[in-house]
């Protein structure tokens, strides 16, 4: 197990194998969002420590053994690693909790899930993907083989710090690449937990390194560089434009995970509780910090008033509270800062002239007072051309438009620039499959919403993002496809005769 200071203590830069400080000698105050206490000390890299981690990469990728470790070996280290995740999930869950607010629960949810996804990956990378292509010429041996991609970068945001970097370093690991992990500055801690579990499996330095730092400061150095293969960020949009900016000068590959405005669509033919119910999870769940949180609501107009009056009794009802108390169902907001965003989308939502139903506050508990908590919070009366439609708050912000006929729902689920995600809850099965293949969103929940698994992709369309993570194409992501013809009977072409 783990020890806290392990957990928090620097020197928390992992570089070549080694624990170290920064070169600079800066370090960082990771905050409780559920009481503005600091519960930790990291070291915070700059650009030299960020040079050095991707120096250590690129030499365990170009001389080191394990591109060349053989595919049995790769997979015990994927193992071992998932089961010390999970002698070490009551840690892992709570470190999660206090770092980034979500509720015990969802933080056990992420663990269990990260565990799953270190094995599938192992199953997968056993399973192999090379092939034999029949030429038509029986002398020639022809092979499609998959190889590691290179070098890769690896950035994550604080919403799901150990989900998210997890759902990277398995199949990057897996596909035999080597790594420079940078976690959220906001959040580090479970990532420096899952580093220090990889280095007790035994994965040869430099394997995996380390650094946590704000993206201005060591953005550059991991992304604007040539001797990094692949980047691959999950994060703000504005952040995927720069860093795809960045691997455009170099030709490295990418790929985005840059969040959603995910409509949830409800017929009057759906079961009304059950879709109550969908809507107020998917919509406040970690208090709607998640890049597929279904927060445009679009409802059938002949059933909005009693729909909504539902909504607004449950969402008065959500007990908003410190991740750690097992009461609290949903946790405060990531930090003062990102709290300060969502009030500013609240007060556009009210200037615009939507109709705010229930919350648009911070709760009015004493108790809460140093959190960065805030209530559940509705507005009805919305138009496709509001910023609090279109945009991502990222906040337990629900918005509410009303259609009439089929064709006008597929039309306002489509109308964003984004498509992570959509829900249908319809009890027609006609309906229900015209719009899973209608919407364009990488993933449709059908009577269901937020559910995921690690052997069904991840990713979204337009600017929700470029790849998948999870399933076959997640592995695939850090994977090169070499073809290698083998001619067994070479002889004399003939194609030039004259000499
Ligand atoms: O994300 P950033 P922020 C959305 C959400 C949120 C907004 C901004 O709407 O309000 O993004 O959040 C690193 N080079 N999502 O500002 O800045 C940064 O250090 C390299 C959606 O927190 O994109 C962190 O590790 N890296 C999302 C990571 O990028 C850079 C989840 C994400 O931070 C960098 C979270 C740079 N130039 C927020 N600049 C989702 N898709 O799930 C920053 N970073």
């Not at 999930?89 to 899930?113: F, Q």
């Not at 990956?121 to 092939?131: C, E, K, M, S, V």
């Not at 919407?439 to 990713?459: C, I, K, Q, S």
């Amino acid at each position: 197990m783990l020890t806290d200071d392990e957990l928090c203590c620097p020197p928390n830069l992992y570089i070549d194998g080694k624990w170290v400080n920064a070169l600079g000698g800066a370090t960082r105050d990771i905050v409780n969002p559920a009481d503005g206490t600091v519960i930790a000390t990291v070291d915070e890299a700059d650009r030299a420590d960020a040079v050095a981690a991707v120096a250590a990469a690129r030499a365990a990728f170009d001389t080191g053994d394990w591109p060349r470790t053989p595919v049995a070996e790769r997979i015990a280290y994927l193992l071992r690693i998932a089961d010390l995740l999970e002698a070490d999930r009551d840690h892992l869950a709570r470190i999660e909790t206090l770092d980034t607010g979500k509720t015990l629960r969802e933080s056990y949810i992420d663990v269990d899930d990260v565990v799953s996804v270190f094995r599938y990956y192992a199953h997968l990378a056993a399973a192999g993907a090379d092939r034999l292509v029949d030429t038509g010429d029986p002398a020639v041996i022809s092979r499609v083989v998959r190889e590691p991609v290179g070098v890769c970068v690896l950035v994550a945001p604080w919403n799901y710090p150990l989900l998210q970097m997890s759902w990277k370093i398995a199949p990057a690991l897996a596909a035999g690449c080597t790594m420079v992990a940078k976690p959220s500055e906001v959040t580090p801690l479970s990532t420096i937990a899952l580093v220090r579990l990889i280095d007790r499996a035994g994965v040869p330095p430099g394997v995996v390194n380390l650094v946590q730092s704000s993206g201005a400061t060591v953005g550059s150095a991991l992304t604007d560089t040539p001797d990094v293969d692949l980047i691959s960020f999950t994060g703000g949009a504005a952040t995927g434009e720069v860093i795809a900016g960045n691997a455009a000068k170099h030709i490295t590959r990418v790929a985005l995970e840059l969040g959603g405005k995910n409509p949830h669509i409800v017929f009057p033919d759906a079961d009304f509780d059950s879709a109550v119910d969908a809507v107020l999870t998917g919509a406040f769940l970690h208090s709607g910090q998640v890049c597929s949180a279904g927060t445009r609501l679009i409802v059938h107009e002949s059933m909005a008033d009693e729909f909504v009056a539902a909504l607004a009794v449950r969402a008065r009802g959500i007990t908003v509270g410190p991740g750690l108390d097992p009461a609290s169902e949903t946790g405060p907001l990531v930090s003062q800062a990102h709290r300060a965003k969502v009030e500013a989308y609240v007060a556009l939502g009210i200037a615009g002239g939507a109709r705010l139903v229930t919350g648009g506050a911070r709760p009015d508990d004493p108790a809460l007072q140093a959190g960065s908590f805030y209530l559940p919070t509705i507005f009805d009366h919305c138009q496709r051309s509001m910023r609090i439609v279109q945009e991502e708050t990222f906040g337990p912000i629900l918005t509410v438009e009303r259609f009439t006929t089929d064709a006008e729902a597929l039309a306002l689920g489509n109308d964003t620039a984004y498509g992570l995600a959509a829900g249908v809850r319809t009890a027609d099965p006609a309906r229900a499959e015209r719009f899973a293949r209608g919407l364009r969103h990488g993933t449709v929940w059908l009577n269901d919403f937020g559910y995921y698994t690690p052997a069904a992709e991840w990713g979204g369309f337009g600017r929700s993002g470029i790849g998948r993570e999870l399933g076959p194409s997640g592995l695939a992501e850090y994977q090169e496809t070499k073809h290698i013809w083998l001619n067994t009977a070479p002889a004399v072409g003939g194609w030039f005769t004259h000499n």
